[in-house]
């Protein structure tokens, strides 16, 4: 299947994919460039068009416009067997009256390799996601996690330069599905696979990805690296579904500074531009963007409350907060285990603390705000 293309060039571009399910738009004008070994995650909530979007790169789907390159060749077109990748599924869909060798075998003995140079490969391909010497047994014999682990082997059989993954972990358990989505990444690494991984969990695209496509109702919504969307997420719709944010509603007053409630916040330079004085806009913070020490009544977040409600979430706790001045906004802020104890964090408690005004993130109220809620 090699091309030559220029090493240069995106490994898989996607130039205004769109596609209908009758009236419906499932995916609109969708445009993406991968770099040849990147791990990068679709993600976004159900029926966002992820799933859609990777059976259309895998030609199982056809979409209506737009064009799919990789390597350098125009997929488009192309039915699925003469595509270069491998794909596992959620469910794991290995051929139950086969044995795992010849399941993972499938795909090389319809390539008409010779006998022994499969079974070799097979051994090969599951000593390498951990399976060695397990060929004789059968599907049933085996976990979710290990089957899964076969389907994985059984996509990489051909060395594929492409490596689908459909929410390949989201019928597995809480310890099996952390142990393989590091296990795949690490695999990833290692051969080196251009991979994408369809999921709609937030923190096991953000564990693995180099880059993350969020995407929301068939558009994409941002492309960036993990830190990139939970920074500087660039729509209300991302700052809601990764990670969590409190959401102020204010109103523009000039010179990037905002009015929220009686507190005046003032923006980072650079994303608070073109707010003219008046306009209502939507200010976004994370929980743990906040100081509750080593700041004075002159720091520009300065503010105080009431905790209303304590959220355990393991070793940080969220805090949700009535801000003095800010009625019926609450705010929440997060706290590790030991930092509830030295600040006092307790409900009903008083608390003063100032909020990071150099991570607040602002965009149109009049946008999807809360749209992933
Ligand atoms: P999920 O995580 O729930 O699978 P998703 O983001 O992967 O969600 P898709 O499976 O891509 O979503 O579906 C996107 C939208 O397209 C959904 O509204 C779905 O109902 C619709 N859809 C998908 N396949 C078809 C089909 N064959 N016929 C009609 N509508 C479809």
Not at 171 to 197: F, W
Not at 250 to 266: K, N, S
Request: glycine letters at 10%; one cysteine or more; proline letters at 6%.
């Amino acid at each position: 299947m090699a091309t030559l293309y220029d090493e240069a060039l995106p490994y898989l571009q996607l130039e205004g994919v769109g596609k209908r399910f009758g009236a419906f738009q499932a995916l609109s004008d969708v445009d993406l460039q991968i770099r040849r070994g990147e791990f990068v995650c679709f993600l976004g909530p159900s029926g966002c068009g992820k799933t859609t979007l990777l059976r259309i790169i895998a030609g199982l789907e056809q979409h209506d416009v737009g064009r799919i390159v990789q390597a350098g060749r125009d997929i488009s077109a192309l039915p699925p067997a003469d595509r270069d990748y491998g794909i596992v599924f959620q469910s794991y869909a290995l051929f139950p009256n086969l044995s795992i060798a010849d399941n993972v075998a499938y795909g090389l003995v319809n390539r008409r390799q010779p006998r022994a140079a499969v079974a070799a490969r097979v051994e090969e391909l599951l000593a390498l996601v951990g399976l060695p010497g397990s060929g004789g047994k059968y599907p049933a014999q085996m976990s979710g996690g290990q089957q899964q682990r076969v389907a994985l082997a059984r996509a990489l059989a051909t060395s594929p330069g492409l490596l689908l993954l459909d929410e390949p972990l989201s019928a597995l358990d809480a310890i099996v599905r952390l142990r393989l989505r590091k296990e795949i990444r690490a695999l990833q690494r290692q051969l080196g696979v251009t991979t994408i991984m369809v999921t709609h969990d937030q923190e096991e695209a953000m564990s693995v990805a180099d880059r993350i496509v969020v995407m929301n109702h068939g558009v994409i919504e941002q492309v960036g690296t993990p830190m990139q969307v939970y920074r500087e997420p660039a729509t209300p719709f991302v700052a809601d579904f990764v990670g969590k944010a409190s959401r102020l509603q204010a109103v523009a007053e000039g010179d990037r500074w905002f009015r929220a409630g009686a507190l005046r916040l003032q923006c980072p330079p650079g994303q608070a531009a073109g707010f003219r004085p008046g306009a209502p806009v939507a200010l976004y913070l994370r929980p743990e963007d906040r100081l509750v020490e080593g700041f004075d009544a002159t720091h520009p977040g300065a503010c105080s409350g009431t905790v209303q409600r304590i959220e355990f979430a393991g070793s940080n706790c969220l805090a949700e907060m009535a801000v003095d001045g800010l009625p019926g906004q609450p705010v929440q802020l997060q706290f590790s285990l030991n930092q509830m104890e030295e600040f006092g964090v307790r409900e009903g408690a008083a608390l003063r603390f100032a909020l990071r005004t150099d991570r607040l993130r602002v965009f149109p109220a009049t946008s999807s705000a809360g749209a992933a809620a």
